[in-house]
Every structure is written in C-alpha cells, then in structure tokens.
C-alpha cells in the first residue's frame, strides 16, 4: 500500500498544477485568448496559432525551451533548438525569402511614388527609438525595441539579433507578430480618424502593366542598390530578392513552389512556437517587456498615420488622384495591411478595388523597414 501512495504521490508532485504560478496561468489565459481571435475570429491564424501554442506549451512545462545548460541531462528543450535559428537569423531569412516568392512586386513596380508612402511609414520607428530612449532604454536596445514599429515581425528578431539584444528578442518578437496579426483590429480607427469619407471613396486609376523584363530586372536591381549602400541588409533584402526572381524568372518554377508553400509553412511552424515559447512567465511579466508592447504599439499606430497623413498630402498634389488609405499599407505587414486598405474603403464605396495599389506601399514597407534595421547597424557598427 505504501509504494502505491509513494508512487501516486510522485506522480501528483510532477503534474504542472502543483509547480505553475499566477503569471503562468495568466498567460495560459493569454495564449487560449490568442487561439479564439485565430480560429473563431480568423486573425491571421498562420502567425497565431503557432504562437499561441508555443505560449501554452512554455508555461505549463518551462522546460520545452531549456538550454542545455538549464537541464539535468545536458540536453536542451525541444523548442530551444528551434529558438537558436531565430537567434542566429536563419528563420527571418527565409521568411523572407517565402514572401519574395508569394509576392508580386508589380503594383510597386507600376506606381514608383508607393516607394514614398512606404518610406513615410517608417515613420513610427524612428519616432518610437526617441521614445524608447526617454523610457530609459540604452541605444541598441532602444533601436530593437523601435523596428517593432515596421509590424514586420522577421526584421524585428533579426534586428534584436545583430545588436546582441537576445535577451529582449522575446517580447520583441511576440510585440510584432501580434501585431502583424492584430492589423484589422488596430488600423482602421487610425485610418478613419485622419480621412475623411470623400478622400476613403477616392477611386484611383487602374495601374499600367509591367512587363516581364521590368519584374525580372527589379530584384536584382534593387538588391545592388541597397546592398551596395547598406551591406548588413543583404540577408533581408537579398533573400526577399531571391523569392521574386524565383516567381518573376518563370525557369525555376520548382523553386518557387517550394520557397512560397511547403518551406515557408515549415519555418512559420519553427519560428511560431518558438517565438511563443519565449513567454514564460518568468520572462515576460515584468516592467521591460510591458514599455515594449506599449512602444510596439505606438511606433505602429505612429507608423500608420504617417503613411495615411503623407497619402493625404499626395492626395493634394495629384488633385484626388491617390486615395490616402493605400498609405496605412506602407507598415510592411504584407499582405494583411493592403487589405485593411481595401476593407476600408470598400466600407464606403463597395465597388472601390485599393488592393492591388495599397501592394505597392506594403512590398515598399517590407523593403523600407530592412532599410531602418540596416541604419541602425551601420549607426552601431555592426
């Protein structure tokens, strides 16, 4: 009888109930939250779901993201491993590189002053790095924190990376992808409070077509310019390059299948749980990483009125011709933000088509927030 209470007992003391805390069962709560937006509301579920799970995980058995040197065997966590490509920026890349291969570069291609409105978005970052200094953050962790602001969640690991913020790259990482999933949500009041309703139902021009010969040589253009100029992008931009020249090329057909399905979906799998894995408890519920996802949220909401504020001066300029909202697009999210553009304009003319000409800001927003993360490096010597 006694060995049976032994053994029961033993067992009790290794459930998680008798070893979580408060703050775990708080983001316990947090990561079921994440999963109902992405499965019953449909909030970017590729980015939630993975990291959602990966929150559950971490904080019921903490242990899934140990390093080696953390456990009794030597041998670290499942998602340890997994956590190392983000670190080491080989995940970030080859996000990249799937989106390169998914996206066409053609609206941007057509409508060169997108180039602008994508930059004007960028806004936000560098108005967050002051702000983040003011709170208190040193300059590289400062410059980390800011990228947040691009919602480009790839850029903002692979930044927290290169300046040796590892121990921030968590909540930096979480702060980005949840807002890249939360777009719908925190975009259109920003975007309804600084436009008005003639300037959203502002019909633009059908775009001209781009030839095949303009898509193959874009890529490989833009990769000498900016990499010549800022040479620490080259993973970023070059693999985003790569991905295009696979789809525009039309000779590596296999490539590009591959790049844009089957191993774009294994890395968001990877980086997914082992972003979420990086909140546990412990890590994450403390004051640094509440300034963070409050200065995400500012340099995105900052980011996107600056796109929309400079479409309404385009707007002026070409005498209606541009419809503001295709600004908010620049904040690189891709593609959810070109479609809040097109949602919210649709709201007020159903037959309105903004998609296709808020792509050109976004794939200009995904090029212009490398750009930023470039700067700081070359700010900082990396």
Same mark, same amino acid.
């Given at each position: 009888?006694?060995?049976?209470?032994?053994?029961m007992?033993?067992?009790?003391?290794?459930t998680?109930?008798?070893?979580?805390?408060?703050?775990?069962?708080?983001?316990?709560?947090?990561?079921?939250?994440?999963?109902?937006?992405?499965?019953?509301?449909?909030?970017?579920?590729?980015?939630?779901?993975p990291i959602?799970?990966g929150m559950?995980?971490?904080?019921?058995?903490?242990d899934?993201?140990?390093?080696?040197?953390?456990?009794?065997n030597?041998?670290?966590?499942?998602?340890?491993?997994?956590?190392l490509?983000?670190?080491?920026?080989?995940?970030?890349?080859?996000?990249f590189?799937?989106?390169?291969?998914?996206t066409?570069?053609?609206?941007?291609?057509?409508?060169?002053?997108?180039?602008?409105?994508?930059?004007?978005?960028?806004?936000?970052?560098?108005?967050?790095?002051?702000?983040?200094?003011?709170?208190?953050?040193?300059?590289?962790?400062?410059?980390?924190?800011?990228?947040?602001g691009?919602a480009?969640?790839?850029?903002?690991?692979?930044?927290a990376?290169?300046?040796?913020?590892?121990?921030?790259?968590g909540p930096?990482?979480?702060?980005?992808?949840?807002? %890249?999933?939360?777009?719908?949500?925190?975009?259109?009041?920003v %975007?309804?409070?600084?436009?008005?309703k003639?300037?959203?139902?502002i019909?633009?021009?059908?775009?001209?077509?781009?030839?095949?010969?303009?898509?193959?040589?874009?890529?490989?253009?833009?990769t000498?310019?900016?990499?010549?100029?800022?040479?620490?992008?080259a993973?970023?931009?070059?693999?985003?390059?790569?991905?295009?020249?696979?789809?525009?090329?039309?000779v590596?057909?296999?490539?590009?299948?591959?790049?844009?399905?089957?191993?774009?979906?294994?890395?968001?799998?990877?980086?997914?749980?082992?972003?979420?894995?990086?909140?546990s408890?412990?890590?994450?519920?403390?004051?640094s990483?509440?300034?963070?996802?409050i200065?995400?949220?500012?340099?995105?909401?900052?980011?996107?009125?600056?796109g929309?504020?400079?479409g309404?001066?385009?707007?002026?300029?070409?005498?209606?011709?541009?419809?503001?909202?295709?600004?908010?697009?620049?904040?690189?999210?891709?593609? %959810?933000?070109?479609?809040?553009s097109?949602?919210?304009?649709?709201?007020?003319?159903?037959?309105?088509f903004?998609?296709m000409?808020? %792509?050109?800001?976004?794939v200009?927003?995904?090029?212009?927030t490398a750009?930023?993360?470039?700067?700081f490096?070359?700010?900082?010597?990396?």
């Open positions: 009888m006694s060995y049976i209470l032994d053994t007992g033993n067992l009790l003391h290794q998680a109930f008798l070893n979580l805390t408060w703050g775990n069962y708080l983001m316990i709560a947090v990561a079921c939250i994440f999963l109902y937006l992405a499965i019953a509301r449909g909030y970017e579920p590729l980015l939630l779901v959602a799970f559950l995980l971490v904080n019921i058995y903490p899934i993201i140990a390093s080696p040197e953390e456990t009794s030597g041998i670290g966590g499942l998602l340890h491993y997994f956590y490509m983000d670190e080491w920026s080989i995940l970030p890349s080859l996000i590189l799937g989106v390169g291969a998914m066409d570069f053609g609206p941007l291609i057509a409508n060169p002053i997108s180039f602008l409105l994508g930059a004007a978005a960028q806004f936000g970052i560098f108005g967050a790095y002051l702000l983040a200094i003011l709170m208190g953050f040193n300059d590289k962790a400062a410059a980390a924190v800011s990228i947040i691009g480009d969640g790839p850029t903002s690991i692979f930044l990376g290169k300046l040796a913020q590892t121990g921030l790259m930096i990482a979480v702060a980005a992808y949840s807002y %890249m999933a939360l777009v719908p949500i925190i975009q259109p009041p %975007m309804k409070l600084l436009t008005t003639k300037e959203r139902a019909v633009m021009e059908n775009l001209r077509p781009v030839s095949k010969l303009e898509k193959i040589l874009f890529p490989i253009v833009v000498i310019v900016v990499c010549m100029i800022l040479p620490t992008t993973p970023l931009v070059g693999m985003l390059m790569l991905g295009n020249l696979f789809r525009e090329s039309g590596v057909r296999q490539l590009q299948d591959t790049a844009s399905n089957a191993l774009m979906y294994i890395v968001v799998i990877l980086l997914g749980t082992s972003v979420g894995a990086t909140t408890a412990e890590a994450f519920l403390n004051i990483t509440i300034k963070i996802v200065l995400g949220l500012v340099a995105f909401v900052f980011g996107t009125a600056a929309v504020l400079f309404k001066i385009l707007c002026v300029l070409t005498k209606g011709k541009i419809n503001p909202l295709i600004g908010s697009a620049g904040v690189s999210a891709v593609p %959810m933000a070109a479609r809040v097109q949602k919210v304009g649709a709201e007020e003319d159903p037959t309105n903004l998609l000409h808020a %792509m050109g800001p976004n200009a927003g995904v090029i212009g750009v930023a993360a470039g700067i490096m070359a700010i900082f010597g990396i």
